[in-house]
C-alpha cells in the first residue's frame, strides 16, 4: 500500500469520527433528544467497547449507572438501546403510561425460527396475537381453579424430588441444588404442558435442547450489526438443526395427547389441549410448530427463573443457620414434625414468603426485563424514545437503591416483617421498590405460580432436612450470568434428615 493511500484512509477515519462524534452531542443528551449516554465510535457506537470489557453487559450497565444516572442510551451497531434504571421512571414508564411501552423490539432472524414470527407470548408485539396467547395461557394454567386442579403434578414432583436428593445425598455425601431444582421445576412445566409424566432421562432431553436454544437466541454480533449477517450463515444452519431436534422431541408429545384427547379421553384438562383449537386473529389455527413454541416458553420461562431463586434462598439459609433454624419452626408450627407440606400451608407462612421475598430482593433472578420497546414515538424523563429503540428496564438497580433499602446489601427476611419491606407491591403496580417479575401490561403472567413453586420446594426441603455447608468446602456467593443470575460456583451442601421425608 502507498503512502497516498494510508493518509487518505486516515483522513476519511478522522472526518468520520469527527462527523460521529458531532452527530452524538446533537442527537443525545439535550431534551427531545435521545438520553445521554457514553461516547462511541462511527458505525459501531459503543459495540466494540463493550465487546473489549470482556464482562457480561449486567455488570458493565451497574458501573455507566452511577456516571449517566437515571436514563441512558447505549449505540450498539445499528439497535439504539436506552437503559431506565430509576424506581420512578420504572413505574412511569410501565404502570403509568401502560401501554406506551408494553410492545417488544423486532426478532433477530435466529429468534424468529424459534418464535415461528414471533407467536410467542414473550416476544409477539403489543396487539392482538399477544392479547389471545396471553389471555388463553393466564385461564389455562393460572386461575385459582387450574392451579388446584393441577396439584397432583406437583405432588408427584416433589415427592420424586425428595427421594432423589436423599439418595443423591447417600451417594456422594452432599446434594448439588440447583440441577435437582431445575430438574423437579422442568418436570412439573412439562407435566402441567402435556398431561404426561415422562422419564428423568427424557426431561433432561428437553432441558438439555431448550437450554440449546436460549443459547443459540441470544444477542449475537449480527444482531447489532446486520452487514455481518452473511459471515454468520454457519450459525442460521445450526439453529435451524436445532430447530429441527426441538420438533422431533416435542411434536410426539403434542400428537399423543391429540390422539388421547380425540378419543374423549380427559379433553381440555392441559394447557395444550386449549391449543389445538386456538385462531388468534390473522393467524388462524395454530399448527405443531407454533404449539412447540408456546409449550417451549412455558418451560424455559419458569425453570431456570425458579430454581436460580431456590438456590440462592438455600445459600443463605445453609450461611445464616438462625434464619433456617426460624423457618423451620415456622414450617413445624405450621403442619407439625410429620405431615407433608401441603400448597395450602404454604400461603400461611408468614416467614417462609419473607424469605422468598428478601432473595427476590437480594438475587432478582433477571437484572433486566425482557427488552420492551414503544409503540410509537415518545418521551420518557424529559428525552425522546424513538419506536424502534430497545428499551431496557435495568429492574436490580432498584433493589439495591439505598434510599429505598437500608443496608441493601444485607440478606434480611425480617425487612419483610417488621421493616422497610413492609406492604411492598411485588408487582409493582403502586409504586416501584423491587419488581422481580417485571410491572404492568407485560408482568410475567405466571409470577403467582412461580412463588408456589419456590415457596413448596424449599418448605419442603428444609422441613425435612437441616442444610449445612460441605466441611472444607464453604460456599462461595459469587455471580455469574447464565441466562438468569447464578452462583458462578453451584451450591453443594449436606443434608441431615429432620422428619418426616414423603
Ligand atoms: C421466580 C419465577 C419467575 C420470575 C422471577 C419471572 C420473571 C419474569 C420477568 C422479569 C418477565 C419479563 C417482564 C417484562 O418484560 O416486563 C417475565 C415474563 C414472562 N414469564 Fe415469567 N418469571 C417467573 C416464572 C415464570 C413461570 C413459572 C412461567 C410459566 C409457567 C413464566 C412465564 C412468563 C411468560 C410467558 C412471560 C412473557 C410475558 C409477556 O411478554 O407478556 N414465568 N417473567
Not at 447489532?224 to 416435542?250: G, N, S, V, W, Y
Not at 432473595?359 to 428525552?383: C, M, N, Q, V, W
Not at 433499602?405 to 440478606?411: I, K, L, N, Y
Amino acid at each position: 500500500m502507498e503512502l497516498t493511500d494510508l493518509l487518505i484512509i486516515f483522513s476519511v477515519l478522522f472526518f468520520l469520527c469527527l462527523w460521529w462524534r458531532h452527530l452524538s452531542k446533537i442527537r443525545r443528551g439535550s431534551k427531545n433528544q435521545l438520553p445521554p449516554g457514553p461516547p462511541g465510535w462511527p458505525l459501531v457506537g459503543n459495540l466494540i467497547q463493550v465487546i473489549l470489557q470482556r464482562r457480561h453487559f449486567i455488570f458493565i450497565i451497574r458501573d455507566l449507572r452511577k456516571k449517566y444516572g437515571p436514563i441512558f442510551t447505549m449505540q450498539m451497531g445499528q439497535r439504539t438501546m436506552v437503559i431506565v434504571t430509576s424506581s420512578q421512571l420504572i413505574h412511569e414508564a410501565l404502570v403509568q403510561r401502560g401501554p406506551a411501552f408494553a410492545s417488544r423490539p423486532p426478532d433477530s432472524p435466529i429468534r424468529l425460527v424459534f418464535s415461528v414470527g414471533k407467536c410467542a407470548i414473550n416476544s409477539a408485539e403489543y396487539g392482538s396475537l399477544w392479547r389471545t396467547l396471553r389471555r388463553n395461557f393466564v385461564t389455562e394454567l393460572i386461575t385459582p381453579t387450574r392451579v388446584k386442579q393441577c396439584s397432583w403434578i406437583r405432588k408427584w414432583a416433589m415427592e420424586y424430588h425428595m427421594k432423589r436428593i436423599k439418595n443423591e445425598a447417600s451417594e456422594n455425601g452432599f446434594i448439588e441444588v440447583m440441577s435437582n431444582c431445575r430438574l423437579t421445576i422442568c418436570s412439573i412445566l412439562i407435566c402441567l404442558c402435556f398431561g404426561a409424566k415422562i422419564s428423568e432421562e427424557r426431561i433432561k432431553h428437553i432441558e438439555s435442547i431448550l437450554k440449546d436454544v436460549m443459547l443459540i437466541t441470544s444477542p449475537q454480533l449480527p444482531d447489532f450489526l446486520p452487514i455481518l449477517t452473511p459471515l454468520f450463515h454457519r450459525q442460521m444452519k445450526e439453529a435451524k438443526q436445532l430447530r429441527k431436534r426441538q420438533l422431533d422431541c416435542l411434536v410426539p408429545l403434542i400428537r399423543n395427547r391429540k390422539d388421547f384427547v380425540q378419543k374423549g379421553e380427559n379433553p381440555n384438562s392441559e394447557m395444550v389441549d386449549s391449543l389445538f383449537g386456538l385462531e388468534p386473529n390473522g393467524r388462524g389455527q395454530l399448527g405443531d410448530e407454533e404449539i412447540v413454541t408456546l409449550c417451549s416458553e412455558v418451560i424455559s420461562a419458569g425453570t431456570d427463573t425458579s430454581a436460580t431463586t431456590v438456590e440462592w434462598a438455600l445459600l443463605h439459609l445453609v450461611l445464616n443457620q438462625e434464619i433456617q433454624e426460624k423457618l423451620y419452626k415456622e414450617i413445624v408450627d405450621c403442619v407439625g414434625k410429620d405431615r407433608l407440606v401441603e400448597e395450602e400451608d404454604v400461603e400461611k407462612m408468614v416467614y417462609l414468603d419473607a424469605v422468598v421475598k428478601e432473595t427476590l430482593r437480594r438475587h432478582p433472578p433477571g437484572h433486566f426485563l425482557l427488552s420492551h420497546a414503544a409503540i410509537k414515538d415518545t418521551e420518557l424523563g424529559g428525552y425522546a424514545i424513538p419506536a424502534g429503540a430497545y428499551v431496557e428496564f435495568y429492574t436490580a438497580w432498584v433493589t439495591e437503591d439505598p434510599d429505598l433499602w437500608s443496608d441493601a446489601r444485607e440478606f434480611r427476611p425480617e425487612r419483610f416483617v417488621d421493616g422497610d419491606g413492609v406492604g411492598v407491591d411485588v408487582t409493582g403496580t403502586r409504586g416501584v421498590k423491587m419488581v422481580p417479575f417485571g410491572a404492568g401490561r407485560r408482568i410475567c403472567p405466571a409470577w403467582s405460580l412461580g412463588m408456589l413453586h419456590i415457596n413448596l420446594l424449599l418448605a419442603r426441603m428444609v422441613h425435612a432436612f437441616k442444610w449445612l455447608p460441605v466441611p472444607g468446602a464453604p460456599p462461595d456467593p459469587t455471580e455469574t450470568y447464565a441466562f438468569t443470575v447464578v452462583m458462578k460456583h453451584p451450591l453443594k451442601a449436606i443434608i441431615l434428615p429432620r422428619s418426616y421425608v414423603g
